[in-house]
């Protein structure tokens, strides 16, 4: 029992972790901002290599502990995550950060609707309204901040946050 409430602890702690992190992603992201956003994903990257390999080390584990990578999984994993973190640093350089941070966290909705096409799924009329409160809640939030505007000279940052989703 004592084992299993320790694991419990654990995986909380490690989840507060990864919440604290991803919300504090776009206030540390505009804290940098005269690094261009290649550069600044170079070093996040480097960070998490570095970190996870003393974690590895500190366990006695190597690097590479399996045989062979999986390749098109390992494409596919690596590259998402170069992606969005590529798109979102030039979405928060190119666009004013709160709209960029609500364009790119449109994907829980997307999924919302996206997922009525899967086999043997519909669209239902509480799916639409959770996705169009969801859409008024953002609209409420950018209008708080006294007016909504397209600026055309963000529209980069505002495609890249779209392709960071």
């Not at 006695?60 to 045989?67: C, D, L």
């Not at 600026?151 to 980069?156: E, T």
């Amino acid at each position: 029992m004592i084992a299993s409430q320790q694991r419990r602890y654990r995986a909380t702690l490690i989840g507060g972790v990864a919440i604290l992190l991803w919300s504090t992603l776009a206030i540390l992201t505009t804290m940098t901002e005269g690094i261009p956003p290649f550069q600044l994903l170079a070093l996040t990257f480097l960070v998490a290599f570095c970190v996870s390999t003393l974690l590895l080390l500190y366990r006695g584990e190597t690097i590479f502990r399996r045989g062979k990578p999986n390749l098109p999984v390992w494409i596919v994993s690596v590259g998402g995550l170069f992606g969005y973190h590529f798109f979102y640093f030039v979405a928060l350089r190119n666009a004013p950060a709160v709209e960029a941070n609500l364009i790119n966290y449109l994907w829980p909705l997307l999924i919302v609707l996206f997922s009525s096409l899967l086999p043997g799924e519909r669209l239902r009329w509480f799916h639409t309204t959770g996705a169009l409160m969801g859409l008024f809640g953002a609209f409420l939030l950018v209008a708080m901040k006294g007016s909504i505007s397209f600026q055309s000279a963000a529209l980069g940052g505002y495609l890249a946050a779209v392709a960071a989703d």
